[in-house]
């Protein structure tokens, strides 16, 4: 849509670069449990991703460069880090790759065995997951692409999508929000507003799970727990030297991809569209005009 636009001959999009990152979560606790009235209670554990192996071997079933050649484009970029800005907080310690073959493979070599339907199994349990997110055509397309290559696998995947409204909603009677989390996995994306990664970061100590007793707003909705990820963010927090800071904050990116707690499936750029001779200078941490007294235009 935006080549046919440009090729218009009036305008350009212009992009910049942010830490706007869209993201399958794995949910830590099991959503088909209820306890004290609570499902994904703390109380409980995945009963399939309780094996990293089975997270480890989805993101090997996201095929990032798919997703963003049918539906980004040059509004998004692969990567297998959570935080993607700036520079200097960006981890060059992580990767990712698509391969339904070596995906396989892993689930063949934990146990998870194909089953008569095509489905695997194991002790008991098939590898079934429920994939939630916000109604949004490539939310819904990146479900698509996932879901497919999921099949391949052995795994089988159930589509859900929430209307937004609902899904960002902060109404502890609704089912369906993201913080209570009522899936498997659930994708969407969590916005960085400034250049800073504290609160970013921040989300996925202990102390801010999700929970019906703090009324789901704690914002560590995958219900990760890791004590050295909250002791590397208690000392990034105190940390006054900028290198020391930054490489804590890089560690903290590495324990989360080390763990599978996300999936990144594209690190988002902000678009804008611009007169030919216009030169904007946009900035991925504010709004459009922010720094509109830098803008000129060519003769």
Known sequence: VLLRLEKGGKGKTV???????????????????????ERSSMKTKHPIFSDPNVRKALSLLVDRESVKKAIYGRAGRTTANYL??????????????FS??????????????????GIREKDGKKLKLLYQTSTNGPRQKTQAIVKQACQKAGIDVELKSVVASVFFSSDVANPDTYPKFYADIEEFQIPMTQPDPALHMRRYISANVATKENKWQGQNFPRYVNKDYDAAIAAAETETDPIKRAALYIKCNDLLWKDTVFIPVMHRLKVEAAANTLRPALSGWANETDNIQDWYREA
């Open 15 to 37: 992009y910049a670069t942010g830490g706007d990152i869209e993201f399958i979560a794995i949910n830590f606790t099991d959503p088909n449990t209820e306890i004290d009235g």
């Open 84 to 97: 993607n800005g700036p520079e200097k907080f960006v981890s060059k310690n992580t990767s990712w790759e």
């Open 100 to 117: 339904v073959e070596k995906a396989s493979k892993m689930l063949d070599d934990a146990g998870w065995k194909v089953g008569a339907d």
